[in-house]
């Protein structure tokens, strides 16, 4: 296809992509796999040069792989992980054309027109961006040609062989529509474009013939290079050095109304947010500043950085000023209600200002879990990474104390009538019962060797509302909480 030159496209396959971006971390000498559970079974996800060699195949069960090479090493896979590093890959490619996308989740497609006589040709320009991969550690293939469907089969079947001469299978089809090809006698690109059309049209459908065209290029195929992420950062340079509290959150104030005008416009909110502060002399103050909760509102953001800001040497002064939203976090816009009188928010930001001293990960609360059983009837989790639970409905009040259950001296299978807690002498006024609760059987748990308990809300004439339990299989009385 020509528009005034000729496309030319490049194809990067690395055929061991996760394993090899594994062993560049962690480098080990002989046969290694990634796995990754798949169902019920834990399966080979990647694999490196030397088990191939020992006849593993991907997808094979990793216990078969093990019995086959019982010196095997492996690590779980992280697909995350891959894509991300891929993505890493995708911006360092966009040094040698500006058009760089992804092929897939192990590969990268280059349209390099009127880029490759920058560094050469375009022989020279793939030798270099090959060796350097290699030289980082990355098995590759490289393929070229002038459609993306005729680089992609090279880079995986065959570089230097023409594209009539390659297998069906190179043309990006379904294994099942390459068996079909297979069982008629068609075995390469060639005899499949010199088959009559519309036969394989009626029994392959029409993406056969869309493959088989874009590849040989008598159909457009588009090439959309990936779009950089947002950057939430923002600068503010200073004519004059300033070093007062009041000054620097002036210029906070400014640098805020910027940053989140650019969160609003991709309706994201920031989690954690850095200001950077460099004074005269080189030096660089920063203030982190964690978010219980996603904010791209500048008055409330603000006054959260002031406790930060006081505390900063701003020695002979500041002349720069940086923010940045570190961690971003989806934040669509919302309905706000006319009649509505709470203000979440509010909780939100009594949680930011106790977890800038104390740390958010120390500002927990409780939330339900689903267990009978009373000391497991509930969880602790940082109350700025959970929302509030609503599942704490039970059919029997439970106390707002909860304790070990604490031993008494008494005999019998009712509440007794007088009885010693922590020194005091108790005398029983009401008693409300049984509820019998039953131990989870399929977990082991030792508080609950003694079987079943009978729980009993007791409330003493000396104004004490205590939770008492008899076990039955093994008689005893114990004090387990207090109601209010």
Known sequence: ????????????????????????????????????????????HCLNEAAQARGLQRGMAFADARAFCPDLSSRPADPAEDQRFLALLRRWATRWCPWVGFEGPDGLVLDITGSAHLFGGEAAMIASLTARLTRAGLAVEAGTGGTRGAAWARARYGAGGPLDSLPIAALRLDPETVTGLQRMGLRSIGQVAASPRAPL???????????????????????????????YAVRLTLPEPIGRTADVMAGTARLLERLCGKLTDHQTGARVLCLSLRRVDGDFRAVELRLARPLRDPARILPLFERGVDEVDAG???????????????????????????????????????????????????????????????????????????????????????????????????????????????????????????????????AWQSGMRDYWQVETVQGRRLWLFYTPQNPGWFVQGEFA
Request: glycine share 8%.
């Open 1 to 44: 296809m020509f528009d005034g030159t000729q496309r030319r496209i490049v194809s990067l396959w690395f055929p061991r992509f996760a394993s090899d971006r594994v062993l560049r971390a962690h480098p080990q000498e002989g046969p290694f796999v990634l796995t990754l559970q798949q169902g019920n079974a834990n399966r080979v």
């Open 201 to 231: 049209a009626r029994r392959f459908g029409a993406e056969l013939l869309l493959r088989l065209d874009q590849a040989l290029g008598t159909r457009p195929e588009q090439i959309s290079p990936e779009a950089e992420p947002p950057h």
């Open 316 to 446: 002979f002064g500041i002349d720069q000023m940086r923010l940045e939203a570190v961690t971003v976090e989806p934040l669509p816009v919302e309905q706000i209600a006319q009649t509505g009188t709470r203000d979440p928010g509010r909780l939100d930001d009594l949680i930011t200002r106790i977890g800038t001293r104390i740390g958010l990960e120390n500002v927990i609360r409780y939330l339900p879990a689903d267990s009978h059983i009373p000391e497991q009837a509930f969880t602790i989790a940082p109350a700025a990474f959970s929302s509030p639970g609503n599942g704490w409905a039970s059919p029997r009040p439970r106390p707002v104390w909860l304790f070990p259950p604490e031993p008494l001296a008494v005999t019998g299978p009712r509440p007794p009538r007088q009885f010693v807690w922590r020194r005091m002498t108790l005398t029983t006024g009401r008693a409300t019962g049984p509820e019998r609760i039953s131990p989870e059987w399929w977990l082991i748990d030792e």
